[in-house]
C-alpha cells in the first residue's frame, strides 16, 4: 500500500478526533452549566385540599421556596399569617395560599366568612323540586319570583321581585311539621343587599316564593310586568293572540259600568164586574090548542081542540 496514501489517511484521522473532541468539550460545557438562582422566597402552598368555611390548621399548610420572581402575588411567607383564617374559596393541593381566598381571623365559621362587607345572606324554603332535584347549587345565579294576592285585588298576581342573585348554598334541613314529626325541608341560602333582604322576606311572608335559573354570564336586568291570572286566560286583553295587559292597567282600570235595570212591565188593574141579578122567570106561554083537519073530497075544515087542564092533584080534567 502507498505509504503516501496511508500518511494522508493517518492525518485526516487525527484532525477529525481533535475537532469532535473540541465541540464535545464546548457542548457538554454549554448544556451543563446551570444559573445559579440566589433570589429565593419562601411561600405557604396547601397541603391538601380546602374547601369554602374550613379554617386552615397548621397539619393544612406547608412551605415551599421559589423563585421571587415566579412567586404569586398575595402570597404568605410564614404559616403563621394563615393559621385560624376561615377559607372563601376552594384551594386545591399545593396551591398557594393567597389573601384573597381567606376570610379576617374571627369573621366566622360557614357562610359567614363568604359574606362581603355591606351584604346579607337570606334562606329561604323552596319546594321539593327546586331545592332537593339538585338544580340550584351554590355559585348559580337566579331570579326570584313571588305568586300572592296584592292587597285590595281579589286577583292571584306573579310578579319578578329580585334578579340575578348569587345563591351561597342550597340544601335540605330537617324541620317537624305541626304533629311534631321530622320533615325534609329544602333551603337556600341566597347573597343580597340589606334592601333586597327586606323585600325577600316580606315576599316569602306574603305569597309563595319560586326561584328561576339563569346563565351565569347573563348580568342584564329584564323590566317584566308581572301576570294575573285574568291576563293568563285573556279575558281583559285583545283576544287570541292579543296583547298581554299588565296588573298594574289592570288596577288601574275603571271598573264597568252597572247594568241597567231591566223593569218590570205593568199589569193593569184587574176591574171585578159587579154581581149579575139572576134572571127573572118568565110565565109560561099560553096553551097553544090542538087542531083537527078534516078533509072531505074537496072540502078542507079545521077544527080547534081546547088542551085539558090538570088539577092540583095532577089528573086530568
Do not use: C, W
Not at 174 to 191: E, F, S
Not at 215 to 226: A, L, P, R, V
Amino acid at each position: 500500500m502507498d505509504r503516501r496514501f496511508l500518511t494522508v489517511l493517518g492525518l485526516s484521522l487525527v484532525f477529525a478526533l481533535v475537532v469532535s473532541s473540541v465541540f464535545y468539550q464546548m457542548s457538554s460545557k454549554a448544556g451543563g452549566k446551570k444559573p445559579e438562582v440566589t433570589d429565593l422566597r419562601d411561600v405557604v402552598i396547601a397541603a391538601r385540599p380546602l374547601s369554602v368555611g374550613v379554617t386552615v390548621k397548621a397539619g393544612d399548610v406547608k412551605v415551599i421556596k421559589l423563585p421571587t420572581a415566579q412567586a404569586p402575588k398575595g402570597s404568605f411567607a410564614k404559616p403563621e399569617d394563615v393559621l385560624d383564617r376561615p377559607v372563601i374559596s376552594n384551594i386545591l393541593l399545593d396551591e398557594p395560599l393567597l389573601e384573597g381566598r381567606l376570610a379576617q381571623r374571627g369573621s366566622g365559621v360557614g357562610l359567614a366568612p363568604i359574606i362581603p362587607v355591606g351584604m346579607r345572606a337570606v334562606t329561604v324554603r323552596v319546594n321539593d323540586v327546586v331545592g332537593v332535584a339538585g338544580f340550584v347549587l351554590p355559585g348559580m345565579r337566579v331570579d326570584v319570583l313571588i305568586t300572592g294576592e296584592p292587597p285590595g285585588a281579589e286577583i292571584r298576581v306573579t310578579k319578578t321581585v329580585l334578579q340575578n342573585i348569587l345563591v351561597l348554598s342550597a340544601g335540605a334541613t330537617i324541620q317537624t311539621d305541626q304533629m311534631g314529626k321530622p320533615v325534609n325541608a329544602p333551603n337556600v341560602t341566597l347573597l343580597v343587599t340589606p334592601a333586597q333582604a327586606e323585600m325577600l322576606t316580606l315576599a316569602g311572608n306574603e305569597g309563595k316564593i319560586q326561584l328561576v335559573l339563569r346563565n351565569g354570564g347573563d348580568q342584564n336586568i329584564e323590566k317584566t310586568e308581572g301576570l294575573s291570572v285574568a291576563s293568563l286566560y285573556g279575558p281583559h286583553g285583545k283576544g287570541v293572540g292579543g296583547t298581554r295587559r299588565s296588573y298594574d292597567d289592570l288596577s288601574a282600570e275603571e271598573p264597568p259600568a252597572p247594568r241597567p235595570r231591566i223593569r218590570p212591565a205593568p199589569v193593569a188593574p184587574v176591574v171585578v164586574a159587579p154581581p149579575v141579578a139572576p134572571p127573572v122567570a118568565l110565565p109560561p106561554p099560553a096553551p097553544v090548542s090542538d087542531q083537527i083537519i078534516a078533509i072531505r073530497g074537496i072540502e078542507k075544515r079545521v077544527e080547534n081542540v081546547s088542551p085539558k087542564k090538570a088539577d092540583d092533584a095532577g089528573r086530568i080534567q
